[in-house]
């Protein structure tokens, strides 16, 4: 469904990726691993057109697209919810949804199937988006990305700063979404989740790709794969 190609990224002069190589296929979990600078955001801010490739390929649904910009990769199915969620503070809950439909195409993911999928949500409706719990806003956040009906949702560290109930409630509804067959990459540091719901795993370090394979083989090969991130 996506995938990045061998890909050098820059900030300015600097490499922040180096020869990535990246793929999440129909119906996927995959999770993106890896210490704090590792290249993790970086890989998903390259997977949505905000930062271009200096070399390699970006393909979405078996086409190339390595020069297209956010909006048009929006527009054909990639959604991108950041580690910083976005949400418009001034905006209640319900317009903040409402804004997120425009310009896509309509598909199985509606304003009653969301908010089935994040009761609370609905709950919360008229509330101001800035007066939400950082749970809730969590739960905005991706409940925007799915109302754009995407083949491809990307969450960063999704589960960051929340409590347990509601890090339980946001992996159930990663589940939920990729179990009605959306393709998930998810970024994350601590290991659990990613552990459970992953059908494979990446572990980055330095910018490039150090380690992939399965939660099996991770817990199997665990030493080796920690001796291959250096500190
Ligand atoms: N806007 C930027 N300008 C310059 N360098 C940046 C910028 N954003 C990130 N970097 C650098 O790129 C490297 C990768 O950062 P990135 O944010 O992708 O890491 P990460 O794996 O997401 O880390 P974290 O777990 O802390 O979120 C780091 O060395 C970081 O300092
Ligand atoms: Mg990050």
């Not at 317009?95 to 009761?119: C, D, K, M």
């Not at 059908?199 to 490039?208: A, E, F, I, P, Q």
Request: proline share 5%.
């Amino acid at each position: 469904m996506l995938a990045l190609e061998n890909v050098d990224a820059f900030y300015g002069k600097a490499i922040a990726l180096q020869g990535v190589s990246i793929h999440v296929g129909r119906g996927e979990v995959v999770s993106l691993l890896g210490r704090n600078g590792a290249g993790k955001t970086t890989t998903l801010r390259t997977c949505m057109g905000l930062l271009p490739c200096a070399s390699g390929r970006r393909v979405l649904a078996g086409e190339n697209v390595t020069r297209l910009g956010p909006h048009q990769l929006s527009r054909r199915g990639l959604a991108y919810v950041p580690e910083d969620r976005q949400v418009f503070p001034n905006l209640s809950v319900e317009e903040n949804l409402a804004v997120a439909g425009v310009a896509h195409p309509s598909g199985p993911w509606t304003l009653e199937r969301v908010y089935e999928l994040f009761p609370r949500l609905r709950e919360r409706a008229r509330s101001n988006a800035m007066s939400l719990s950082g749970g809730e806003q969590q739960m905005l956040s991706i409940a925007r990305a799915v109302l754009t009906n995407p083949q491809v949702l990307m969450l960063d560290e999704p589960s960051e700063g929340l409590a347990p109930l509601v890090v339980c409630a946001v992996r159930d509804a990663i589940v939920a979404l990729n179990s009605a067959g959306m393709a998930i990459v998810l970024v994350e540091q601590k290991l659990a989740i990613p552990l459970e719901i992953s059908h494979r795993l990446y572990v980055m370090d330095h910018g490039s790709v150090a380690w992939t394979g399965t939660p099996e083989e991770f817990r199997s090969n665990r030493l080796h794969v920690e001796q291959r991130m250096t500190v």
